[in-house]
Nanobody, 116 residues
Framework: EVRLVESGGGTVPTGGSLRLSCAAS????????MSWIRQAPGKGPDWVSS????????YYGESVRGRFAVSRDNTKKTLFLQMNSLKPEDTAVYYC?????????WGPGTQVTVSS
């Protein structure tokens, strides 16, 4: 069974940092490019970042470029998102998933709240 479980969210002040994790199981993690996607209250999904299967290529949305860093540990089947210089507009539930149109079942997500 494909399973993705996000963790690491919390409430931080503007300018703070958080490190999100996504624990994967039930599929060959190293064989999939992965993405972080977020959804703020009342808004649609917003792509945040992607990383290639081996981790050598990374991509970022314009609103997070230079502040967030995606990485992965294929031996531990875990995806990470280091978030620095957080802004109130980063407040959302953050999810990880396959970087393909056909998604894995969504995990519970992890709430990130940035206070102003």
């Amino acid at each position: 069974e494909v399973r993705l479980v996000e963790s690491g969210g919390g409430t931080v002040p503007t300018g703070g940092s958080l490190r999100l994790s996504c624990a994967a199981s039930g599929f060959p993690f190293g064989g999939h490019a992965m993405s972080w996607i977020r959804q703020a209250p009342g808004k649609g999904p917003d792509w945040v970042s992607s990383i290639s299967r081996g981790g050598d290529s990374t991509y970022y949305g314009e609103s997070v470029r230079g502040r967030f860093a995606v990485s992965r540990d294929n031996t531990k089947k875990t995806l990470f998102l280091q978030m620095n210089s957080l802004k109130p507009e980063d407040t959302a539930v953050y999810y990880c998933n396959f970087d393909t149109p056909k998604r894995a079942p969504w995990g519970p997500g992890t709430q990130v709240t940035v206070s102003s």
